[in-house]
């Protein structure tokens, strides 16, 4: 929601004349109504929160093997991911990450992790079995080129771990919060899963990070099991509220689902005028420009030249354009920010694909 959000300042300055962080002997009050307003708005029946989205992936994937070994066996602890998936930079998060470039010097690896390709249901159906005790995925895959889980995948996912007593976990660190058009992705699918991670937006830029999770397994993970010092602090909670009363409101929604069309429709006619993109896909304010066969690889040479002319974007791997406004952009910021962005494709399209 940008920087300095008025009533996300105004949180965090009342907050911090009060109480900042107290040992987690206790809780306190911000915490506890930050958790009771992410109960009513989702599926959820217990949170735990901590300070990023590694962490709140590192709780749901200790959570999975602990709830299997303490109802199942210990024998239950294959933790089913994707290629291309991003869950954090922990050493387990990495492992359960499908990207080897994140795990390259850093083996031994943890063990009990198979990856399958995405939106791939066969592989799926062929990979889960009794020793399963989560899937792990991203409604859609963020790092690994803006990709939309299909409707097929995710039921697929749903179905298998109700069949094999295995949770469904959601990565929701880049789509939820808002991002995707709803509070949180999953609702677009009719699927819930059994626990959810998020972070990033749910403190508008203050650390916050949480794992919800339904009741059955959330009990697996009892007092001492797990734990952080600073996870659940007052200040963050505090900011936390604020945020998430403000994306959950239904004209910050409108407003990310306007602008979604908006956006699209810009990428599109870029790619007509220019032909450096092939399409646009994703959900909400959070889009990818995937790059023709000619221009593959160049992604990050489109970033610098958006930041020649004043408008910064990412890449979600080399050959794919990111693009992740402000839930409350304007139309008339989103229509510069387009602006500036054909100025810096144009200038690059002017020089063809082997230009510098």
Known sequence: MGHCHPKLVDALTEQANKLWHLSNVMTNEPALKLAR??????????????????????????????????????????????????????????????????????????????????????????????????????????EGGLTPATPEFIRAARELCDRFNALLIFDEVQTGNGRSGTLYAYEQFGVVP?????????????????????ADAAASLAFGTHGSTYGGNALACAVGLASIEEIASPSLLANVNAR???????????????????????????????????WKGRAKDIVNAGMRHGVWTLVAGPDVLRLAPPLNITEADLAE????LDLAVAELAAAGPGGG
């Open 37 to 142: 307003r992410l109960v009513e708005l989702t599926f959820a029946d217990r949170v735990f929160f901590c300070n990023s989205g590694a962490e709140a992936n590192e709780a749901a994937f200790k959570l999975a093997r602990k709830h299997a070994s303490s109802k199942y066996g210990a024998h239950k602890n294959q933790i089913i991911s994707f290629f291309n998936a991003f869950h954090g930079r922990t050493l387990f998060t990495v492992s359960v990450g499908g990207q080897a470039k994140y795990t390259q010097g850093f083996e031994p690896l943890p063990g009990g992790i198979t990856h399958l390709p995405y939106n791939d249901v066969e592989a799926l159906r062929a990979a889960v079995g009794e020793q399963t005790c989560a899937i792990v995925l991203e409604p859609m895959q963020g």
């Open 337 to 340: 920010g387009l602006r500036r």
């Open 260 to 294: 979604s069309e908006q956006l699209r429709e810009g990428i599109l006619a870029s790619a007509r005028r220019h032909g450096l993109f092939s399409g646009v896909r994703g959900m909400g304010l959070l889009l990818g420009a995937p790059l023709v066969d000619a």
């Open 194 to 214: 059994d626990v959810l991670t998020t972070a990033k937006g749910i403190g508008g830029g203050f650390p916050l990070g949480a794992m919800l999770a339904k």
